[in-house]
Protein backbone atom coordinates (compact mmCIF):
# COMPACT_ATOMS: atom_id res chain seq x y z
CA UNK A 1 0.00 0.00 0.00
CA UNK A 2 1.10 3.49 -0.48
CA UNK A 3 0.21 6.68 1.32
CA UNK A 4 -1.90 6.78 4.22
CA UNK A 5 -3.93 4.37 5.73
CA UNK A 6 -6.41 4.22 8.42
CA UNK A 7 -8.29 1.91 9.98
CA UNK A 8 -11.15 1.06 11.00
CA UNK A 9 -12.99 3.24 8.18
CA UNK A 10 -16.05 2.89 10.37
CA UNK A 11 -16.15 2.62 14.13
CA UNK A 12 -19.17 2.30 15.98
CA UNK A 13 -19.58 2.08 19.54
CA UNK A 14 -21.18 2.45 22.80
CA UNK A 15 -19.91 5.20 25.46
CA UNK A 16 -18.50 2.65 27.44
CA UNK A 17 -16.54 0.80 25.15
CA UNK A 18 -12.64 1.04 24.28
CA UNK A 19 -11.44 0.85 20.85
CA UNK A 20 -8.55 2.15 18.97
CA UNK A 21 -7.73 3.96 15.66
CA UNK A 22 -5.20 2.97 13.24
CA UNK A 23 -2.93 5.01 11.31
CA UNK A 24 0.01 4.44 9.26
CA UNK A 25 1.85 6.03 6.70
CA UNK A 26 4.59 4.56 3.72
CA UNK A 27 5.91 7.62 2.85
CA UNK A 28 9.06 7.77 4.77
CA UNK A 29 7.82 10.38 6.84
CA UNK A 30 8.88 11.52 10.16
CA UNK A 31 5.83 13.86 12.04
CA UNK A 32 2.49 12.39 12.17
CA UNK A 33 -0.71 13.89 13.14
CA UNK A 34 -4.25 13.71 14.50
CA UNK A 35 -6.96 15.51 13.32
CA UNK A 36 -11.00 15.82 14.16
CA UNK A 37 -13.78 16.60 11.57
CA UNK A 38 -16.93 17.46 12.78
CA UNK A 39 -19.54 18.56 10.57
CA UNK A 40 -19.97 22.33 9.71
CA UNK A 41 -16.85 22.87 11.60
CA UNK A 42 -13.22 23.58 10.13
CA UNK A 43 -10.35 20.50 11.09
CA UNK A 44 -9.13 20.68 14.70
CA UNK A 45 -5.65 19.57 15.14
CA UNK A 46 -5.79 17.05 18.42
CA UNK A 47 -2.37 15.36 18.18
CA UNK A 48 1.31 16.45 16.69
CA UNK A 49 4.27 13.52 17.01
CA UNK A 50 7.57 14.07 15.85
CA UNK A 51 10.54 11.30 15.55
CA UNK A 52 7.86 9.30 17.67
CA UNK A 53 7.46 12.33 20.19
CA UNK A 54 4.61 13.91 21.20
CA UNK A 55 5.12 17.42 20.94
CA UNK A 56 1.69 19.46 21.10
CA UNK A 57 -1.51 18.05 22.52
CA UNK A 58 -3.98 20.80 21.69
CA UNK A 59 -5.85 20.35 24.93
CA UNK A 60 -7.79 17.15 23.98
CA UNK A 61 -9.73 15.20 26.58
CA UNK A 62 -7.89 12.73 28.37
CA UNK A 63 -10.13 10.17 27.32
CA UNK A 64 -8.25 10.55 23.99
CA UNK A 65 -5.32 8.66 23.92
CA UNK A 66 -2.67 8.56 21.81
CA UNK A 67 0.49 6.43 20.53
CA UNK A 68 3.24 6.48 18.52
CA UNK A 69 5.22 3.09 18.60
CA UNK A 70 7.92 4.40 15.75
CA UNK A 71 7.52 7.16 12.75
CA UNK A 72 5.30 4.77 10.29
CA UNK A 73 2.19 4.24 13.02
CA UNK A 74 -0.06 5.93 14.66
CA UNK A 75 -2.86 5.03 17.25
CA UNK A 76 -6.07 6.67 18.87
CA UNK A 77 -7.29 5.00 21.77
CA UNK A 78 -10.15 5.58 22.79
CA UNK A 79 -12.31 4.94 26.15
CA UNK A 80 -15.74 6.18 27.26
CA UNK A 81 -16.51 8.37 24.76
CA UNK A 82 -19.37 10.90 24.58
CA UNK A 83 -21.83 11.41 21.73
CA UNK A 84 -20.31 14.46 20.74
CA UNK A 85 -16.97 13.26 19.45
CA UNK A 86 -18.96 11.21 16.62
CA UNK A 87 -17.25 12.31 13.86
CA UNK A 88 -14.31 11.86 11.02
CA UNK A 89 -10.93 11.12 12.42
CA UNK A 90 -8.33 11.52 10.13
CA UNK A 91 -4.52 11.40 10.35
CA UNK A 92 -2.13 12.74 8.31
CA UNK A 93 1.61 12.84 8.04
CA UNK A 94 4.82 15.24 6.62
CA UNK A 95 7.88 15.04 5.99
CA UNK A 96 9.29 16.92 8.82
CA UNK A 97 7.50 19.59 11.11
CA UNK A 98 7.75 22.76 9.47
CA UNK A 99 5.10 25.38 7.69
CA UNK A 100 5.95 24.66 4.33
CA UNK A 101 5.63 21.26 4.69
CA UNK A 102 2.90 19.00 2.62
CA UNK A 103 0.76 17.32 5.09
CA UNK A 104 -0.26 13.94 3.32
CA UNK A 105 -3.76 13.06 4.68
CA UNK A 106 -5.19 9.25 5.08
CA UNK A 107 -8.60 8.74 3.99
CA UNK A 108 -10.16 8.94 7.91
CA UNK A 109 -12.30 6.73 10.12
CA UNK A 110 -16.02 7.68 10.53
CA UNK A 111 -17.03 7.25 14.24
CA UNK A 112 -20.21 7.26 15.46
CA UNK A 113 -20.94 7.02 19.70
CA UNK A 114 -24.13 5.72 20.86
CA UNK B 1 -7.88 36.34 16.61
CA UNK B 2 -6.99 34.27 13.84
CA UNK B 3 -9.56 33.15 11.87
CA UNK B 4 -9.81 31.97 8.20
CA UNK B 5 -13.42 32.83 6.77
CA UNK B 6 -14.87 30.82 3.00
CA UNK B 7 -17.45 31.82 0.48
CA UNK B 8 -19.28 30.57 -0.73
CA UNK B 9 -20.47 27.82 2.37
CA UNK B 10 -22.02 25.77 -0.80
CA UNK B 11 -22.00 26.30 -4.63
CA UNK B 12 -23.49 24.53 -7.58
CA UNK B 13 -22.53 24.61 -10.91
CA UNK B 14 -22.98 22.76 -14.43
CA UNK B 15 -20.28 21.10 -15.89
CA UNK B 16 -17.74 23.06 -18.18
CA UNK B 17 -18.71 26.10 -16.47
CA UNK B 18 -15.70 28.32 -13.76
CA UNK B 19 -16.24 29.07 -10.43
CA UNK B 20 -14.35 30.96 -7.81
CA UNK B 21 -13.84 30.50 -4.32
CA UNK B 22 -13.21 32.98 -1.81
CA UNK B 23 -10.99 32.82 1.39
CA UNK B 24 -9.92 35.40 3.47
CA UNK B 25 -8.00 35.15 6.66
CA UNK B 26 -6.77 37.66 9.59
CA UNK B 27 -4.05 35.18 10.48
CA UNK B 28 -1.32 37.11 11.80
CA UNK B 29 2.06 36.45 10.80
CA UNK B 30 1.02 35.31 8.05
CA UNK B 31 3.39 32.18 6.95
CA UNK B 32 1.79 30.85 3.85
CA UNK B 33 -1.54 29.88 2.49
CA UNK B 34 -2.62 26.43 1.10
CA UNK B 35 -5.84 24.91 -0.73
CA UNK B 36 -6.90 21.52 0.03
CA UNK B 37 -9.48 19.18 -2.10
CA UNK B 38 -11.40 16.71 0.14
CA UNK B 39 -13.38 14.72 -1.93
CA UNK B 40 -16.80 12.33 -0.27
CA UNK B 41 -15.53 9.63 2.08
CA UNK B 42 -11.72 10.87 1.91
CA UNK B 43 -8.65 12.84 3.41
CA UNK B 44 -7.81 16.02 2.38
CA UNK B 45 -5.19 16.20 -0.98
CA UNK B 46 -3.29 19.70 -1.31
CA UNK B 47 -4.02 21.65 -4.78
CA UNK B 48 -1.39 24.75 -4.22
CA UNK B 49 0.69 26.49 -1.37
CA UNK B 50 1.42 30.09 -1.98
CA UNK B 51 3.76 32.46 0.24
CA UNK B 52 3.68 35.93 0.60
CA UNK B 53 5.60 36.80 -2.22
CA UNK B 54 3.38 34.58 -4.40
CA UNK B 55 0.50 36.29 -6.49
CA UNK B 56 -0.81 33.33 -8.06
CA UNK B 57 -0.56 29.75 -8.67
CA UNK B 58 -1.65 27.37 -11.21
CA UNK B 59 -2.29 23.42 -10.39
CA UNK B 60 -3.77 22.40 -14.23
CA UNK B 61 -7.75 23.80 -14.10
CA UNK B 62 -6.96 25.35 -10.30
CA UNK B 63 -5.80 28.75 -10.21
CA UNK B 64 -5.14 30.54 -7.05
CA UNK B 65 -4.48 33.74 -6.37
CA UNK B 66 -3.48 35.89 -2.86
CA UNK B 67 -3.89 39.18 -1.86
CA UNK B 68 -1.70 39.69 1.45
CA UNK B 69 -2.93 43.25 1.42
CA UNK B 70 -6.12 42.63 1.86
CA UNK B 71 -5.82 39.18 3.54
CA UNK B 72 -7.59 37.59 0.87
CA UNK B 73 -7.47 34.62 -1.50
CA UNK B 74 -9.90 32.81 -3.99
CA UNK B 75 -9.64 29.69 -5.99
CA UNK B 76 -10.85 29.60 -9.67
CA UNK B 77 -11.62 26.00 -11.44
CA UNK B 78 -12.02 26.30 -15.08
CA UNK B 79 -14.10 24.27 -17.34
CA UNK B 80 -15.33 22.27 -14.32
CA UNK B 81 -15.93 18.60 -14.18
CA UNK B 82 -18.12 16.05 -12.30
CA UNK B 83 -14.90 14.95 -10.12
CA UNK B 84 -14.17 18.69 -8.87
CA UNK B 85 -17.49 18.15 -6.91
CA UNK B 86 -15.86 18.09 -3.63
CA UNK B 87 -14.98 20.36 -0.22
CA UNK B 88 -12.45 22.89 -1.03
CA UNK B 89 -10.37 23.80 2.43
CA UNK B 90 -8.48 27.07 2.94
CA UNK B 91 -5.77 26.12 5.47
CA UNK B 92 -3.38 29.64 6.82
CA UNK B 93 -0.45 29.14 8.70
CA UNK B 94 1.14 31.97 10.95
CA UNK B 95 4.75 32.00 12.78
CA UNK B 96 3.25 32.11 16.23
CA UNK B 97 5.41 29.35 17.20
CA UNK B 98 8.48 26.90 16.68
CA UNK B 99 5.89 24.55 14.80
CA UNK B 100 3.34 27.24 13.39
CA UNK B 101 -0.01 27.02 13.51
CA UNK B 102 -2.23 25.94 10.66
CA UNK B 103 -6.04 27.68 10.48
CA UNK B 104 -8.71 25.65 9.00
CA UNK B 105 -11.61 26.94 7.25
CA UNK B 106 -14.99 25.66 7.12
CA UNK B 107 -14.77 24.52 3.25
CA UNK B 108 -16.72 25.58 0.34
CA UNK B 109 -19.28 22.25 -0.96
CA UNK B 110 -18.79 22.01 -4.40
CA UNK B 111 -21.30 20.72 -6.47
CA UNK B 112 -20.90 19.96 -10.01
CA UNK B 113 -23.98 18.85 -12.55
CA UNK B 114 -24.14 17.05 -15.33
Known amino acids: ETGVTQTPRHLVMGMTNKKSLKCEQH?????MYWYKQSAKKPLELMFV???????ENNSVPSRFSPECPNSSHLFLHLHTLQPEDSALYLC?????????????FGPGTRLLVL | KNQVEQSPQSLIILEGKNCTLQ??????????LRWYKQDTGRGPVSLTI?????NTKSNGRYTATLDADTKQSSLHITASQLSDSASYICVVSNRGSTLGRLYFGRGTQLTVWP
Open chain 2, 23 to 32: CNYTVSPFSN
Open chain 1, 49 to 55: YNFKEQT
Open chain 1, 27 to 31: LGHNA
Open chain 1, 92 to 104: ASSQDIGLQETQY
Open chain 2, 50 to 54: MTFSE
